[in-house]
């Protein structure tokens, strides 16, 4: 078949830019390495939202930042993605000076972004009530936001596939052949044929673009690690930023959409694209940085620890549009921070730029902005809770204690459109294993509940990869030999 458009990466950007395109009377496929969407920068990021005074002014973060924030509101309904605009506070300690915030409130007024700088202690203490009381000043941006970042981009692919995207995962692509008229993306399995191409590989959108011709930008890997904690009601309130250092936004705290509360990230350039391991040294640097914000942060509700990589390009800025080398080559390169914040600003753009390259695109009259509720058993009333489980049993069934997720909601989120078929695909899709026992009790429940659902074997069933495997061997098989000779003759082990 030859497709219209091939997306080559499924992370909030592939994904978004899939939606965005679906509108549209076109053929489509969404090509991923890996095995399901969100698996790489998407899924381990602050998960903010950010109001947009922040990038340098006329730069693409800007612009894609303060065009895509008020789209998060419609789009988070329509598609059923919990988000909530708590607002975030930049806060200056003594001796930081007020010059950093007087910039950043500049960029606000100029942008048309709601900003308020505030100086008075007790007013900033009712905000945020454990905060730093080195607190000197804070620039208050109230349309900040949290949200799950792979929830966002879970909810994108399904409304995509409903309208008529196709996904490919475990499929990294190899080579790209210019044909002239179309493209021939190669992995290891298949080949696709596209007329165009769009390149929204993260980390890889160099080595995409090169292979595809277009040789004119480098992706570096920046490394931020993070400490997430327990659910703490509304122990911290808001994003919390501090004043930022030349590489990053610095570390922050906030909390997550879902209640819990993080430190992080730091910042460290690297050569691997790979490598998101975390340090004793690093998360030192993160418990360092949040304690600047909140004194008495509670460590002790740790749950884990993680890093992501942002793609820093050789622009240090977002690379978008259609390449000058290659024709029918659009790029959705170098989408670093905050590109979670302006994916969706991103994928418009993408398709103007489609558009602008004489690709003619006829709107759908049947596209489906919405998708299926998702079943959250743990949100429902008691009530409702009772009903669920006497229509279906399986809702009665609790798998996960810590996040109290039923079977019912394991078996939807594998029988979904571009569903699960990984325990990570399971966790990401209903927090199962994301409590405070990060899976101890419950991932043995999912892989039989996984396995019955797909037809296989348990020890077929993956972590993430297909190299991320839960079983290696049966246990009490020893390597001894099976049998001993004694005075002669063979006897078998006890
Ligand atoms: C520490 C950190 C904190 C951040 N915090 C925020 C924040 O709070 N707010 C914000 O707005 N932004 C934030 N960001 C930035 C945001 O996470 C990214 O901009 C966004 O996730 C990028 O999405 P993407 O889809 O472009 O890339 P990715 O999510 O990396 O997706 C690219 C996809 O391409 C696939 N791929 C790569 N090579 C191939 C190949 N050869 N064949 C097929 N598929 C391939 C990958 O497997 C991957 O799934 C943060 C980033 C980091 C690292």
């Known amino acids: 078949m030859l497709y219209d458009f091939a997306i080559i990466g499924a992370g909030v950007t ?25 698996c790489e920068t998407s899924k381990a990021n602050s998960g903010i939202i950010h109001a947009g005074y922040d990038a340098p002014s006329g730069s693409w973060k800007a612009k894609m ?5 008020p789209l998060y509101d419609d789009i988070c309904k329509e598609l059923y993605i919990p988000f909530r605009r708590l607002g975030s506070l930049v806060v200056a300690l003594a001796g930081q000076g007020t010059d950093y915030i007087e910039e950043l409130y500049q960029h606000g007024v100029e942008r048309d972004i709601p900003v308020e700088i505030i100086k008075e202690l007790s007013q900033i203490k009712k905000m945020e009530p454990n905060i730093t009381d080195d607190v000197e000043v804070v620039l208050h941006a109230p349309t900040a936001g949290v949200i799950s970042p792979f929830t966002l981009a879970i909810a994108l692919a399904e409304n995509a596939n409903i309208n008529g995207v196709e996904f490919v995962f ?31 590989s993260g980390l890889f959108a160099d080595e995409i673009s090169r292979m595809a011709g277009d040789e004119s930008f480098k992706i570096t890997p920046r490394k931020g690690e993070y400490i997430l904690l327990d659910k ?34 730091n910042a460290r350039d690297q050569d691997s694209k790979l490598d998101n391991s975390t340090s004793l040294h690093g998360l030192d640097e993160v418990i360092e940085g949040g304690r600047k914000l909140i004194p008495r942060i ?20 977002f690379i978008i549009g259609e390449s000058k080398v290659t024709p029918k080559l659009f790029q ?17 753009e993408v398709v103007d730029a489609v558009k602008a390259s004489g690709i003619e695109l006829k709107l759908k009259e049947n596209f489906n902005p919405t998708r299926e509720k998702p079943i959250v058993f743990a949100e429902l009333p008691w009530s409702e809770r009772d009903a669920l489980a006497q229509w279906n049993k399986q809702f009665g069934h609790i798998i996960c204690r810590c996040e109290t997720v039923t079977e ?24 199962v294993g994301m409590g405070r026992c990060q899976g101890g009790f419950c991932t043995p429940r999912v892989i039989k509940i996984l396995a019955r659902e797909l037809g296989v074997e348990e020890d ?8 991320t495997k839960y079983f290696f061997g049966e246990t009490k098989e020893f390597r001894q030999p099976r049998a001993a000779s004694v005075n002669g003759s063979e006897v078998a082990r006890p």
């Open 14 to 38: 592939g994904t978004a830019i899939a939606r965005e395109l679906s509108k549209y009377k076109v053929s489509a496929i969404v090509i991923e390495k890996l095995s399901d969407v969100a």
């Open 65 to 69: 930042n303060v065009r895509s924030n």
């Open 170 to 200: 475990n499929a990294p692509v190899q080579a790209i052949e210019n044909m002239g008229k179309f493209f021939i993306v190669d992995t290891p399995g298949k080949s696709f044929q596209a007329r165009a191409i769009i390149n929204a």
């Open 232 to 265: 703490m009601g509304d122990y911290v309130r808001k994003v919390l930023f501090p004043v930022p250092t030349k590489k990053s936004k610095g570390i922050l705290v906030s909390p997550t959409v879902d209640g819990n509360v993080f430190l992080g990230p």
């Open 298 to 317: 509670p460590l002790v509700e740790s749950i884990t620890n993680f890093a992501g990589l942002r793609a820093v390009s050789s622009t240090n800025d």
């Open 332 to 348: 959705a390169a170098g989408i670093q921070s905050p590109g979670l914040s302006s994916c969706l600003g991103i994928a418009e």
């Open 408 to 431: 019912g909601e394991i078996v939807q989120a594998i029988r979904r459109p571009v569903g699960a078929r990984t325990v990570d695909g399971v966790k990401f899709r209903t927090r």
């Open 460 to 467: 077929e069933i993956v972590k993430r990869e297909p190299s």
